[in-house]
């Protein structure tokens, strides 16, 4: 780092980007307790699966720190997870809510 004003910048980032990875997976463990996914709606994981992809575009075209590129992918990664969980756990149409 060149001063501590540059690393302060760098630590904080560092601490945001981690901060949210542990706020998106609390959402994993829940599922896979509940071995379902039906209190996740539909619309909200579209909303994510756009959410995901601007970002991954955007990470690729425009010239960012590889710190924030390497928070996209731990996006994508969480993302699939949550896929896979909505594969796994199907949502039981027959259920009485």
């Not at 901060?19 to 909200?44: D, W």
């Not at 579209?46 to 590889?66: C, E, G, K, N």
Request: one cysteine or more; proline letters at 3%; aromatic letters at 18%.
């Amino acid at each position: 780092h060149k001063s501590w004003y540059s690393y302060l910048i760098s630590s904080l980032a560092g601490f945001v980007y981690t901060f949210g990875f542990v706020m998106m997976t609390p959402q994993l463990y829940i599922n896979y307790r509940l071995k379902s996914v039906e209190h996740i709606p539909f619309r909200a994981m579209t909303y994510r699966a756009m959410s995901t992809f601007v970002d991954d575009v955007a990470a690729f075209l425009i010239d960012m720190p590889l710190m924030h590129r390497l928070s996209c992918l731990r996006d994508d990664i969480v993302f699939m997870i949550l896929i896979y969980q909505r594969w796994i756990y199907r949502v039981d149409k027959s259920r009485v809510m």
